[in-house]
């Protein structure tokens, strides 16, 4: 027997919908974004973004539901995300996936959305057939959340094997090792990519133009964090790179140049923006980027020996990063841990991760009643 579930995200500014089965094959993943929307105003808009939900979530979920070729009587379950996130966008995808459940008499799972990030990992290492070994720490680094999870795995009962038809079905559960205690990383490089004039979001830019930099050319202080060195802080790098331009006078005509010229234009492709850069900026931006990666990867490192694991997991939108990933790829295997991080498409918010989160607890019997609200703040753990 196999449980096709129906994945359904509004948490930001992303409208999806999925179809998964068995928290693990992708039917199909469907992803409306609005970065559009929300570029010239430089971040995410919270009224534009519940009005915009509104008008995709229709489409999107009859999208996926087309290209899995099933109609929503196959649908086993729908999982949607209860939070965290901004509260008029979530409200839009769980209302909708409460009325879709109510009026197919189909169970609704709540999923967290910090979960579904760390199965978007587990999906990926089906797909490449290389399974980490748990327990695992978990890396969740995006324009919203910068923290780290211990992730271990647990039996379900008897029960649920029999409902799954799987052998040994298995939930995860979660302990918070730290987190962000100002910027999300993702956060950072926006801000900054805002102070330098190099477009919205900054952090796909700013990668490809740190390629062109020289990453040892300022050393910014690494952050400290009293208390739980296993926590991050950003805002410390995002100030030293506002005063660093403010003491550079050349760099700010540059970035006014930049301003008023290519971005005024609608020219923010990193091919278009790079002939606009000095070499000192290119240098900017490639020790922000390095500062920002070795922080993280040093920091989630040190977490997985702290822990005595050997697989580091690394999801978000900032997950697509390559410094980042090429780090991971170099220091990991060197320390002794995996690195694991799901393609660039389940790195980003999507609703195949949901439906994949929401499996186990529709197999451990967490369902949603009719009292299911939406949670701007909802810890995972
Ligand atoms: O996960 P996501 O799509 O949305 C949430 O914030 O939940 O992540 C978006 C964030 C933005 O801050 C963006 O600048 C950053 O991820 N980002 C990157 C890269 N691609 C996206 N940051 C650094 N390097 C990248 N290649
Ligand atoms: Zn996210």
Redesign the pocket.
């Known amino acids: 027997m196999t449980t096709r579930i129906l994945g359904i995200e509004s ?2 500014d ?1 409208t999806a919908a999925a179809i998964v089965v068995d928290g693990r094959e992708i039917l199909s993943s469907v992803v409306a974004s609005q970065v559009e929307i929300h570029r010239k105003y430089g971040g995410v808009v919270p009224e534009l973004a519940s009005r915009e939900h509104l008008r995709d979530i229709v489409p999107v979920v009859r999208e996926a539901l087309e290209q899995a070729r099933l109609s929503l009587a196959d649908i086993d379950a729908i999982g949607v995300t209860r939070g965290p996130g901004l509260i008029g966008s979530l409200l839009v995808g769980l209302t909708y996936g409460k009325v879709l459940a109510m009026s197919l008499g189909k169970p609704l799972v709540p999923v967290n959305h910090l979960e579904g990030h760390v199965h978007a990992v587990l999906l990926q290492a089906h797909l490449d057939k290389r399974e980490p070994e748990m327990p695992a720490v978990c890396l969740i680094v ?4 910068t923290v780290l999870y211990e992730v271990k795995s647990e039996l379900l009962p008897a029960g649920a094997a029999r409902v799954s038809g799987l052998p040994s079905p298995s939930r995860f559960v979660y302990s918070r090792i730290g987190q962000t205690r100002d910027d ?4 950072a ?2 801000k900054v990519a805002k102070i330098l004039a190099l477009g919205y ?4 830019v ?2 490809q133009l740190a390629a062109h930099g020289n990453p040892e050319a300022i050393r910014f202080t690494p952050p400290v964090t009293k208390g739980n060195p296993h926590d991050f802080s950003f805002s410390g790098i995002k100030t030293a790179v506002l005063r660093h331009v403010r003491a550079h006078p050349e760099m700010q005509a540059e970035i006014s140049a930049r301003r008023g010229g290519a971005l005024a234009r609608g020219e923010r492709k990193a091919e278009q923006l790079r002939p606009l850069c000095s070499a000192a900026t290119l240098d900017l931006v490639a020790s922000f980027q390095k500062s920002v990666t070795s922080d993280l990867v040093n920091r989630s490192l040190a977490a997985a020996e702290q822990r005595g694991v050997r697989s580091v997991l690394v999801s ?3 997950a ?3 410094e ?1 990933r090429r780090t991971f790829a170099a220091q990991g295997p060197r320390a002794g841990f995996d690195v694991f991080f799901p393609s660039q498409a389940l ?3 999507n609703a195949a991760m949901i439906a994949a989160a929401a499996f186990s607890h529709l197999l451990a019997g967490e369902l949603a009643d009719n009292q299911l609200n939406a949670e701007a703040n909802f810890p995972l753990a």
């Open positions: 948490s930001c992303e995006s324009g919203g959340h999300a990383a993702g956060e490089y926006d979001p900054g952090g796909p700013m990668d978000g939108g900032v697509a990063n390559s980042l790195s980003t918010d």
